[in-house]
Every structure is written in structure tokens, then in C-alpha cells.
């Protein structure tokens, strides 16, 4: 082994123990608790799916649903009483400095009586419906006075019991226009009270009800069926509460059904209607009976329907059966009825897209109970329903091969089967993964009944193509804007599926020959800009695409101005009425003077007196925005004798008056606002005590008499030791999650930022060290001064003042979807432009061996998988390397079935060259012998996140999901060790 390999190979034993003890390799140890104490509680870039052809979690048994009903009789109350909070309690691992809303008379702003309180602690439940009905007339045309009507009634707060739903019903006998009526619902959690939301209601579903179903003979539905409005999904909340408005007088009978889906059993478990074996006889394809059980004499004569699709190269998707739903087959009430299949109708539940995947069984379950138990419907109205995720699942009862007659489309209910897309899709995209589904289960069903998926059908006359949205067949937005816009692509897609095939090729065996000793990564990008891409399979076989920006950094500072014996020195959001960001000085006196920002980036004009004794004695002086929501942005500072601390409440024009917060804060060291980090919609303090223990402090203002007082809530602390932090500050979103993020300045000067998580005062674990980090006394930011759009600082060292700017990258952007699913076990791989079409693809590994090219569009889409080779089930250790042969074409590495390190050189879109014995470096590259790599269970190689020549390595910790990355110098020395990502636990590979 070289000098050089043999210096590269120890420096990473060591720094990759250093990793399985403490997660971190730092300047100095102190960093070690920082990044120890912050795991992620929530992967907010990387959520959890799950796919369409593997084990998800479904019901076991049949569930019960519970509807309770609650008529709509009388005019009540428009506001609630308000639900009664659960009383916070603060930490008591230390003493609270204490706080208070008082102020000394001198120091006291009242604020004027036409001002109103813009932030509470405790929110009041007190929100109007956002929609006010007109008034309906109250004479004749002959100025008579009419009989009063109702024309809004609102319904007592209801319990709402797991993931809930709420719907409205009404007495057929009394049918309302669409436009002639409103629905509003709102929720209540731990006592505060959401917004109003609309739920909506479409003429045409009443009819698809009441004119359609009820006319036919034997099907079970009543005639009395009850038209009603979308099932709204409230998810997990404490309380839920409808408002009906309908200015020309309200139906009878209005009634609020409230649904619990009941209580669960889950099972993991795989689709029961799995797709068929690819090399199986296609007559295994058949789902002949399955769900008919004794209703099979009503299915058509000529059962041979069902092996049709599959003697056409059309193979059955995966679907999720009622039984995997819970489906209280009891509840259902009658035969199944058959007709025909000419065609399509999708449509959209119209429920909150937020969803997880074990909450599906019981979204399904919620509808069917709320079709048949509040609307009177025999069964549910769709004959499959997708998820977000891509799972089908079976709808109304009767065999999924079968011509079974939904309740979705009115008139052509005779003529169409309905899929439904478990969501709103009227305010956000499906997912491509939902849309492949879609296709893949029309191509399917339609070819069963010999129908082409781009023809022109007629439904009862009506002439449509194949494939159609509910919209089109009635006065409905259904599917949404979104979904709808996809129709073109459906139907091309499941036609393209009706008429596609595939093939493979084989890999030979390996021949000796190569003196590659390092991957040769340089491209690896899939979508959007040149950087590096990673790729990671999720558990449930989605793949995912992370994009790296260059690795937040900050640049080379610019020194402003000194400032001899400055008492505090702050950069502020707007304090002049300009719409820049100003500069605050309180000099060696205590006279505080304001550099208001010019149109030159960077520059300050010159100082104005704010104050010549308000700020005299202060420390620890901070710029915070608004935050005593008057609209005009405000400063805190602390008076170091006596901790006493000021809200300097701005007026617009660069003046202040001065209210106390808190009568003795000199137990905390520091304290910075960055913005909300409680979720509230207000921004909070978070401050560092002097035993190293770091605190969020939300705030409100109240309303004393004709006073606005401002108030510092029950105070949250952050996990994790802070000791080694010297200063801290920071203003909005650096890392472009779109949230707030603290910068620390440790005592070794290294700069680290601490993203904001999501939810109530969570952070995730410190990033870092940034560049562009010193001794600085105080930082603080207010946005962008030069530069990049992104962030800066400004910063002091001794008396010298310097803008620290950001260099506009950062360590990655948000994940975004591939349109591939791959069954469980198979591995991913970024390899680049494999097949040298300027667009990087993905290769994927499935458990038997077989390796897939999937090329991609430059968007982070990728056409259908086609064989590049196979033969690698024997193959260990299998990594991409890039061109490790000089030939201009990116290949592989693994150790063969002997054990022996290989490679596999790539030969394009056309699979493999023959394999090449690889040399001993090459193994060690990865291994790292001795060295302890128990806490990762991952690893990758990528072409340089920042633009280096060198090949960097990317390291999953097992226990927290977190990335690490690793970055060499030419001699193999560490150069980078730090965290880059907080991705979901659920990988199960990385490329």
C-alpha cells in the first residue's frame, strides 16, 4: 500500500470511530453534545409512503363504524362556548427568571384604544364563518310581509372520536341547488378553534342517489336515499361544528352525521389481489368469485371476461381488498347488480391530503358508513379507490373483474365503473405514483371488457371518450383542477400499458484486468441545477430523489465600521418606514443611534439619534421584527445591572417607546428571536441560561383595559447541552426548508446552524461548522444584505463591525418523488448518464439480482425500468464508482460469489463489458478495516457536494436516520465530517 493510501486509511479508521461513539468529528469536543442532542423528531423533507405492491398496514378483522346523527332543529348560538385549555406547566429542571407584563411608569407605552391584540398565549375559539350569506327578502312584490324561513342554522360543538368525519344530510323531498346553499365546518383541538372551511356539495352527486340508483329494481337502494354533501375529513381532533346557510330558506331535516371509522387491528400484509407472477400461465391470473361470494349468479355468463387482460399482455395490478379495509359486510344491504364497463370516471374524495398510509382502511371505512348508514346508499359508491401512496383498493362489493354498478356518475352508472383518488386534488397534485395506479388499474379494467383506452364511447347516448372525469358528466368540480388536467396523460399512459413488453440480457462471467483504486464519481445529477443528487428507497419501495446545494457556507466578511466601547451593536428588520434593513448602534454613552440602509447592498447612510439615555446601561441588544404585532418592527435589550429587560416597541420612524417584559433576566446568558418556532403564528424568544440549558419563550399580547400588554409565556426547553455557545442569533429560513433557523457561535469560533424542525419548539441536530465563522461577540441577521438572496450576518469582532455573507448554497433542498416503486429488497443507485443521453438515470438491484436502467428526464422522472443485465445476485457489496476504466462510460464495483473484489464495467443502455478484477485499494476505499462502523448501516459515493475533484462519501446513522458526509483531499486526509441531512428511518437504500 502507498504512503499516502496508508495515511488515507488510518485518518478514516479514526474518524469513522469517532463516528460510532459520538456521531460527530468536530474541532473541539464540546461540539460533541450538540450534535449528539438533537435527533430528529420528524423527517420533515423525507416523509414515510408507502407503495402499491408491498405489505402496508391493514385491517385484520372487520371494523364497526359509528355514526351518530344530530338534527339540525333550531337557530342557535353563533359562537360556541370556547372548549377549556389544558393548563401549560413550565420545566422544572431550572429556575425561571422572572417576567412580567409591568412596567415602571417611565418605561410603560400605552398603546392606542384603536389597536387590537394580535397574539394570545391561549387562542379564544371565537372565529366567524369566513362566508356571509345575503339576506333573504322579507316582502312581496306588493311590499306584504312573508312567512319568516330559516336560512342559517348552526349545530352544538360534536366529540369527534379517532380519524373522524363530518357530513350533512338532508330529507330527499326537499332538493337544493348547489349554488343555493352553504356548508362550513370547523374543528377544535386542546381548545382552540380552527378556521371555517367549506364543505362542499354537488347537485349531481344527489341525483347519482336518488335518480339513478333508486330506479333500479332489485339493487337494494331505497327510495328515500338522502342527498348530502361530501364527506369532509376532520382527521384527530377534540370537537367538531357545522353552519348551514341558505338565503331562500333551508331543507327539512338537516341532520350532521359525525363518523368514527372505529377502532383498528392492523396487520402488515400484501395486497390479497396480488399481481400475478410475470412468468406464471396466464389462466393463474384469473380473480374469478373473489368477493362474490354467493352472488356469483348474477355476474355475467361468459366468465372467460376475466383472462382476457392477461392473454393480452395486460397484467392485473396489486389491490387491496374490502376485507383489508374492514368492511362490516353486515352494513351493506342487498346484492350486488351487474351492467357494463365502456369506460372510466374518476373522481376525488375530497378530503385533507395529509393523510398517512395506516389511516386510509378508515378513510374508506368513513365513506362507505356515511354512503350507506347517513345517505341510505346500498354499498359504497366507487369501485376502487387509490391512495396518495399508489395502493388500490376495492370499492363496492361484487368482484373486482366484474361489470359491478357503482353509485358515482348519475345516468352513466349503467356504462362506466368509478375510481376515486383519496383526496383534494382541487388544491394540490396528485402524486405520480397515484396517477401510474390510476393508469394501470384502467388499462387493466378496461381491457378485461375488451375496451381501448383512447376510443370514444357511448354512454346512453352520450358520446365521451373512455376515460373521463366526473366533471364531465355533471355540474362538479370532482376530480379537482389538478387531477383533471391529468386525464391526457392517463389515457395515453393506460393505452401505452395495454400495448407495451419487455426484455433482458445477461451478464458474463468476470475476466481479471483492472488497477482502479477510488470511485471516479463527476456527474450525479438528476434534476434541476448541476450539483449531486443522492437517491434512497423508502421502505414501502418508493424512490426518492435528494437534491444537495453545495453545503451551507457563508463568506468572506466585510467590515463595516468600528465602533469603539459599543454597549450593542444589532442589524433590525425595517425601523424607518423604507422597506430596508437598518443598523443599530448603542455606543460607549449609551446614545443610540440608527444607520438606516441604503439602495447599495451592504451600505448604511448616516446615523440618526433614536435615544440619548433610553438605552444606557444595556446589553445583549437585538433586532426582532414585529413583535407586538402593530406592524411596525420593534428591539429587546436587557439592562445589565439589574436583568431588567425592554421591549423598544418601534413606531415606524425610527423612534421607540419602552416597555419592560421582565424584571430580571441575568439568568439567561443570551436570548435572540429568529421567528416562530412554536407554530403559533407569533415569533418567540429563545434564550441560553447560564448552566448551558436552552429555552423557547413564546409570546402574545393582551389586552389590559385600553392597553396592549405584551407577555411572555410558559417557557419550552430545547434538548441538549449549550454550554460551548458564545453567541447566538439568525433571522428566517437558511437552509431553504422554509422555516427558521438558529446560527451558534461556539467558544472555538466555529459557526453551526440549528434548523427548526417543524411543530412546538423541536430543532433538529446542529449542522456544521459553516465557513465564515470567528470570535464574534454578537450575530445577528434580518434577512439578505449582499450577495445572495439567502440570509447574512452581521457580526463584531473587538470593535470592528463586519456583513457576513451567505454564499447562497446550502446542504440539500427538499425530496421530491420519483415515479419508481420497486419491490422490497431491491437496492438504488444514482449512476449518473449512464446511457449518454445528457440526463443522469437510475439503476435499480432487485432481490434476485437482475439490475434495471431507468432513464431519467432531467425532472426527476424516469421512463419504465428495462434489463441491463443479471447475474448480481451472488455480487456483495455492490457500488457504483463511476468511470473506474477510462472509457468514458460509469461503472460498478462488488466483491464476486469467490469474494473477490470486481468491476463491472458499463456499456451504456446495452448492459455490460466483461467483468475486471479490482485492486486492493479499491476494496479498502470501503471498508475501512478496523474501524467500527456498527452505528451506520449505509453508505454511498457521489461526486463532490461542493465541486471538488475528489469523491465524497455519504454515511447513514441507523439509530437516527441522520446523513453524514465525509469530503477527502487528495492525499485521502478528512477534510469534512458533519451532518447534512435528517432523513426518515424508514431508508432501506442509498445511492
Known sequence: MSASKSRYVSVCQQALTLLAVAAVLAPAANVVSLDISHSPEVAPTMPIAAGPGDEAPVESAPVESTVEEVALTATQDAVPAEPTAPEATGS???????????????????????????????????????????????????????????????????????????????????????????????????????????????????????????????????????????????????????????????????????????????????????????????????????????????APADDTIALQAAASGVSQPSIYSRAQWGADEGMRDGSPRYAAVKGAVIHHTVNANNYTADQVPGIIRGIYAYHVKSQGWSDIGYNFLVDKFGRLWEGRYGG????????????????????????????????????????????????????????????????????????????????GKYLYAKLGWIRTEAKRIQTSGGSTSPTPAPTPGSNASRPAITKSNLIGNDRPDLVFRQADGRVWILPTGGLNAYGARIAVGTFPGAQGVTISPDLTGDGRQDMVVVDSR???????????????????????????????????????????????????????TILYRGNGNGKFSAVSIARDWRAYQLFTVIGDVTGDGVRDIIAKDTSGKMWVLPTGVRRNGNERQFVVGTRKSVPGDFSAVAAMGGWGDVNADGRPDLLLRLTSGSLYLMPYNGGNARFGPTRGPLSGGG????????????????????????????????AGTVDHYAAKATNIVVPNGTAVFNVGDWNKDGKGDIVTRAPDGALSLWRGDGKGQFAPGVALGSGFGSVTKLRFVGDVTGDGLPDFYGRDAAGKPTIFPGNGATGFKAPLSASKAMDEFWYFRGS????????????????????????????????????????????TNRTIAEPSKGITSLG
Not at 445577528?780 to 473587538?798: E, F, P, V
Not at 471538488?948 to 446523513?963: E, M, P, Q, Y
Open 92 to 298: 422544572p429542571e431550572s429556575p425561571e427568571p422572572s417576567a412580567t407584563p409591568e412596567a415602571p411608569d417611565a418605561q410603560r407605552a400605552p398603546a392606542p384604544e384603536s389597536e387590537q391584540p394580535t397574539g394570545e398565549p391561549t387562542q379564544e375559539p371565537t372565529q366567524e364563518p369566513t362566508q356571509e350569506p345575503t339576506a333573504p327578502a322579507t316582502t312581496d312584490a306588493d311590499g306584504l310581509a312573508l312567512p319568516g324561513v330559516t336560512t342559517e342554522l348552526l349545530s352544538d360543538p360534536q366529540p369527534v372520536t379517532g380519524f373522524g368525519a363530518v357530513g350533512v344530510t338532508w330529507d330527499p323531498a326537499t332538493p337544493v341547488a348547489g349554488d343555493a346553499i352553504t356548508f362550513l365546518v370547523r374543528t377544535a383541538t386542546d381548545g382552540t378553534w380552527s378556521d371555517w372551511e367549506t364543505m362542499p356539495y354537488e347537485a349531481e352527486e344527489e341525483e347519482a342517489a336518488t335518480a339513478a340508483e333508486n330506479a333500479d329494481a332489485g339493487s337494494g337502494e331505497e327510495a328515500d336515499a338522502r342527498p348530502g354533501t361530501e364527506l369532509v375529513f376532520v382527521g384527530e381532533v377534540d370537537e367538531a361544528q357545522v353552519q348551514v346557510t341558505a338565503p331562500g330558506g333551508l331543507p327539512a331535516d338537516l341532520t350532521v352525521a359525525v363518523i368514527d371509522p372505529g377502532t383498528s387491528d392492523v396487520v402488515e400484509e400484501a395486497p390479497e389481489y396480488a399481481a400475478p407472477d410475470a412468468t406464471a400461465d396466464p389462466s393463474a391470473t384469473t380473480t374469478e368469485g373473489e368477493g362474490d361470494s354467493a352472488d356469483t349468479s348474477a
Open 590 to 644: 449609551g446614545h443610540a443611534l440608527l444607520y438606516p440602509g441604503t439602495a447599495e447592498a451592504g451600505k448604511f447612510g448616516s446615523p440618526r439619534s433614536i435615544s440619548p439615555g433610553m438605552f444606557k446601561g444595556t446589553e445583549n441588544l437585538i433586532g426582532v421584527g414585529d413583535l407586538d404585532g402593530d406592524g411596525k418592527n420593534d428591539l429587546i435589550a436587557r439592562f445589565k445591572a439589574t436583568g431588567q
Open 400 to 479: 373486482i373483474t366484474k361489470a359491478v354498478r357503482g353509485a358515482h356518475i348519475s345516468a352513466y352508472n349503467d356504462y362506466t365503473f368509478g375510481i376515486s383518488a383519496i383526496g383534494n386534488y382541487e388544491t394540490a397534485q396528485p402524486t405520480q405514483v397515484m396517477l401510474n395506479s390510476i393508469a394501470h388499474l384502467i388499462a387493466w379494467k378496461l381491457k378485461i371488457h375488451g375496451i381501448d383506452a383512447t376510443s370514444t364511447q357511448s354512454f346512453g347516448g352520450d358520446r365521451y371518450p373512455a376515460i373521463i372525469g366526473h366533471r364531465d358528466g355533471g355540474q362538479t368540480a370532482c376530480p
Open 775 to 806: 470570535k464574534f461577540r454578537e450575530i445577528s441577521s434580518a434577512g439578505n444584505l449582499k450577495g445572495s438572496s439567502a440570509s447574512d450576518l452581521l457580526g463584531r469582532i473587538g470593535d470592528t463591525v463586519y456583513i457576513v455573507p451567505h
Open 932 to 975: 467500527d462502523l456498527s452505528a451506520y448501516d449505509l453508505v454511498t459515493a457521489t461526486a463532490s457536494l461542493t465541486g471538488k475533484t475528489t469523491t465524497d462519501i455519504v454515511l447513514r446513522h441507523k439509530a437516527s436516520g441522520i446523513l453524514r458526509l465525509l469530503q477527502f483531499d487528495a492525499a485521502g486526509r478528512v477534510i
